[in-house]
């Protein structure tokens, strides 16, 4: 009878047991990730193009600086249950140019900064322990993202505080008291310019000036890109020369070569809504000061 009663109860038990599937065992460990842009935006592009980090400003003015690109870790890690999973993470920047891995990371997101120019592969894997990520063979998932690190930035504005004649080139034959035009022009180096090579841009020409002007602000008619200056050597990567031009005499004023010729640069700092970093370039002759404001846009 004993027997009996003990038969029942465990078929009693069976019955009452949760029936389970193979399904209700399915992990989800799907990996993933997001650039957050200096504004806090996530963008889940694939193909991202961000400004190299460099940096270099007066000491005297507090600037936010940019650091580097930011990625967030979007892992899908539950089961069927929504009981979450402890996962080990891997990241491997991959230099596409050079063809090796750069960078490795098991941090749940990663800062990358690059002050070079250059294509990379960053790659999230996901993993159940971290004896298996000794090898991205036993990943259980991996995501990717092409990054390209640049240093152009587009030019906002050039201007001219006061139109002066003061200048280390010769301008005997400029008569002072006529009207002339002017005209910024960029090359590729300066035998380009001497050879009267076509500028890779060139601004629109400003007609019916006289010296003295002030506020002289020059545009043009196509976006105009440069790349950021070389910080320890002042190099600018371009030669960029104002003209002034005088009954069909042209006049070189300035250039961001000649040693005589003052340079002010600063670049690497945040706009004031953090949606661009901004650079900023100063040729001063004389009481003669040209500046050319430009900027790199972040993704949206």
């Known amino acids: 009878m004993r027997y009996l009663l003990f038969v029942m109860l465990a078929l009693v038990l069976l019955g009452c047991k949760k029936e389970t599937t193979p399904n209700d065992q399915i992990e989800i460990s799907k990996a993933g990730f997001v650039y957050v842009n200096p504004q806090g935006k996530e963008l889940p592009d694939s193909i991202l193009i961000v400004p190299i980090d460099v940096a270099t400003m007066p000491v005297n003015i507090k600037y936010d600086y940019y650091e580097g690109a930011n990625f967030k870790s979007k892992i899908k890690n539950r089961t069927k249950h929504n009981q979450q999973n402890a996962l080990f993470l891997r990241w491997v920047l991959f230099d596409l140019d050079k063809q090796k891995i750069v960078k490795t990371d098991s941090t749940s997101d990663i800062n990358i900064v690059s002050r070079s120019i250059g294509k990379y592969r960053l790659t999230q894997y996901v993993f159940k322990s971290k004896k298996d990520s000794e090898t991205t063979k036993l990943a259980l998932d991996s995501a990717s993202k092409i990054i390209e690190f640049t240093d152009l930035k587009q030019v906002e504005a050039i201007s001219i505080d006061t139109l002066k004649l003061h200048s280390p080139f010769l301008t005997y034959d400029f008569n002072r008291d006529k009207e002339f035009e002017a005209v ?83 670049t690497g700092y945040l706009n004031s809504d953090k949606s661009g970093v901004n650079e900023e370039r100063k040729l001063e002759f004389g009481d003669m000061t040209l500046t050319v404001n430009s900027s790199f846009n972040f993704m949206q």
């Open 184 to 266: 910024i022009s960029l090359y590729r180096s300066r035998q380009d310019a001497d050879n009267g090579a076509k500028p890779l841009f060139e601004t629109q020409t400003l007609k019916s000036l006289k010296l003295g002007a002030t506020h002289v602000t020059f545009r043009s008619a196509v976006p105009i890109f440069i790349p950021t200056f070389e910080v320890l050597t002042g190099k600018d990567g371009f030669y960029m020369q104002l003209t002034y031009i005088q009954e069909d005499k042209r006049f070189k004023i300035l250039d961001n070569e000649f040693g005589l010729i003052f340079k002010y640069y600063k």
